[in-house]
């Protein structure tokens, strides 16, 4: 992911404290991914046996944003990260704006920002719910409202689309769900166009991977979705990578790290 440059920010000297840039996540359950917690369950040198019972400490995130905050810290062992994971479970575009103008009401600034949204807005509608679905104009201005709040206060956001339910064609329903997401994904695009920010497209690598992975009978073992909407650890990585060829192609750490060498941990 990262290749040592001659330009690069080297790290700080003993005594100084270390440059920190701070990321946020705004966006659905596919990027709060929560998960049960126990901490014996992760201590691989006393694992619990098998066929015991453990109780459920609580609820921790993880997924792709802890495994993206992870590679950052590998990459950049010089750097502090400080990621702030605003992703709710259910969210539409009308709540998750809420949730940004909530946050940059507090003072809160950002090195870096993901935002993703849109597959709760049609998902409400065709499971009619529909006092919470968003029609697409709304969607429109819920995504101008967050990126007009975030420019003030971001220096780099990025624009995610939404991966597509599962599995991609068929039965109909889903066909006809993704038909209308791909038109809140270009809306998505258009809107980080207008306002300066990049744009993720993750919807092209999904479907391709989806169609070589779905054998044709429709038995889906190995595939990218756990239930047609949240994603296997094989989808989760997907996006991960996605993420991460992003950030490299455009040197994003490096770039936020020589523009403003001095940000520290204050």
Known sequence: MHEQRPDQVMPTGAGQRPRTLSVGFFGTSI?????????????????????SRVTVEGWRRRGWVHR?????????PHVGFDIRNHALGGATSRDIAGIVERDLATGADYD???????????????QNRLPEAVDLDEYAQHLEAMLGGLGGSTRTTIVMSEAPFGPVESPGTVAAMNAELA??????RAAAATNGALFLDVWAPFTAAARHLTPADGDDPAGLWSDGVHLTELGDTLLLQQAERLL????????????RPDRGTA
Not at 31 to 51: D, I, R, W
């Open 248 to 259: 490299a192609e455009h040197r994003i750490i490096d770039r936020l790290l020589i523009s």
């Open 31 to 51: 990027m709060e991914h929560l998960e049960a917690f126990n901490a014996q369950m992760a201590n691989q040198a006393a694992l619990p046996a098998v066929g």
């Open 112 to 126: 870096l920002v993901f935002l993703g949204c849109g597959i709760n807005d049609v998902w409400r509608r065709f």
């Open 183 to 188: 038109r809140y994904n270009e809306a998505a």
């Open 68 to 76: 993206l905050a992870l590679s950052l810290r590998a990459a950049w």
